[in-house]
């Protein structure tokens, strides 16, 4: 018999194959190929190309590729469905479940994203992975986060309303004393986290044990004062092999929180949720993260993140001064931090940059309430000074979550009014559906007595 143009033990699948199921991993992709000139392109062709290289692959047979490998290894095309497009281009979602038996004795992040979002992105032309699937008996191998959103509100005796934090600036070059009166005075305004720069290192004018002891000590001060906790999340970022040995040193010497940008990787990230002697809430901070945007969505990234650890993690927002995604990608990103995921917590998003008071109900329209408002330059740098920047945000809050216009809850509150005069108050964009115009719809009906 002639051999199967297209591998059976790759194509003969579809969801109803295999889900519900715990042996699959599912990756959903946008691929699009263009071959100028070309009367046939082979769609299903590249797809076996790049699936193949997440699991068995060769470019030769070989005799230990048997047809048990195969089955038992071997991707699994689960969805082709064709976009459509001009002639010499083929564009489609596809579905590839990767056999979670390819880990079945050590489930690890590395040799997962492997499969994942490895060789494969070398075959389209473009391609992008747009949603992982993970099966609960594989979830169940992470701890995920030690606190998330129900921890992290604990710690801080807040049950519903956003958290604010402030971010240190300038991102480096301060001393400890400076960056600790820094934050003092943002805590006296009501901020319930701090957190370094994700730039900030080890200076010489800034070492990490005495910059950590410094702010402690300026926010237990200010906790005597005003009886509110504010965490700080003391930046851990380093060598791999140095990482984990800082964030239990910060843990002894009483942090209440880390620090851990994305470049250190997620496995590093894992490593930490899951070490019983790392005793504070992990911010996962995105920066490298961004660089893997054209191949991989937010999404995507962020149920890596809240899977391996993160106990709150940098979000996009279409009101940041740092735009990186579409209006869509942004909130499904929230949305997926938010989702019920077995027995992994909720974990809080943190849309930023550039955030200021004025764009506070929008925001908390798009996220909900377990949100976390991060600001720099929009809290200090308010015209009344850091603790007024702290008190405006706390003010916002407090109005959007009782349904007050902010230019109504700012006439007897000077703070909030300063912030809304040097930033300005934002309202989100409405679309009118199911109607020819907005004449026609029903809500610009003229009222009659």
Partial sequence: MSKHLYDPHMFNYMWESCIPSDDFIVGTYYIEDTLEGQEFIDHLGQVERLAAEGSTSSWMDVKELTPEVRERLMSKVLGYYEVPAPKGTKKAIIQLGFPTAAWDVNVNVPMLLLSIAGNCFAFPTKMRLLDIYIPEKLAAKFGGPKFGVPGVRKILSVPDR???????????????????????????????????????????????????????????????????????????????????????????????????????????????AEDPQITAPILLHVSHLLALLPTMNFPVLAKICRLCGADMMLTPSIWSSIPVASTEECLRTSQTLHAPFYHIKPIFPMPGAGIYPGAVPPMLEENGPDMIFMAGGGMLGHPMGYTAGAKAFRQAIDAAMAGIPLDDAALDKPELMAALKTWGLRKRPVTRWGFSGEQFHPKFAEKGS
């Fill in 162 to 272: 956003p958290l604010t934090l402030q971010i240190i600036k300038p991102k480096m070059g301060m001393t400890p004393e400076e960056t600790a009166n820094q934050v003092y005075q943002s805590a006296l305004g009501g901020a319930d986290l701090c957190k370094d720069d994700e730039m900030c290192s080890e200076l010489s004018n800034s070492p990490f044990e005495a910059r950590l002891e410094a702010v402690l000590k300026a926010l237990e001060k200010a906790e005597r004062e005003t009886g509110h906790k504010t965490l700080y999340m003391v930046s851990i970022t380093d060598e791999v092999d140095r990482i984990q040995q800082k964030a239990r040193l910060a843990c002894e010497m009483g942090a209440t929180g880390l620090l851990l940008a994305y470049s250190a990787g997620p496995s590093m990230l894992r490593v930490l």
